[in-house]
């Protein structure tokens, strides 16, 4: 997964490319366990589509999107400018099909 910042996401958005953005925070021991199924998802998938924000870096996009808690998955579908918000990481499957769904239409 590569960071993207505000801006890049915002830009993909704009321009109408689907993205998921997995949100952490660098001390969560769940945000770990979330990266691991994260990485086997991104095998799955075309790339470009996964990226990855640290919330303390984007404090605007917590107060917009009203992020309630990490791990969290942000999936832009390409047509709306509100995310889909996934917030249960129970396996790779659950993801992937969450992220296929969303983004992969």
Request: glycine residues 4%; charged residues 20%.
């Amino acid at each position: 997964m590569k960071p993207i910042t505000s801006k890049m996401l915002m830009r993909a958005v704009w321009e109408g490319m689907p993205k998921a953005v997995f949100i952490y925070t660098p001390l969560c021991g769940t945000c770990a366990a979330a990266r691991r199924m994260l990485e086997v998802v991104e095998y799955m998938l075309p790339e470009g589509i996964l990226s990855e924000m640290n919330i303390h870096d984007i404090p605007e996009l917590v107060q917009q999107y009203q992020i309630s808690s990490v791990p969290a998955v942000m999936l832009f579908d390409g047509q709306q400018d509100v995310p889909k918000m996934v917030y249960r990481m129970s396996s790779v499957e659950h993801l992937l099909s969450e992220i296929r769904k969303a983004v992969l239409k």
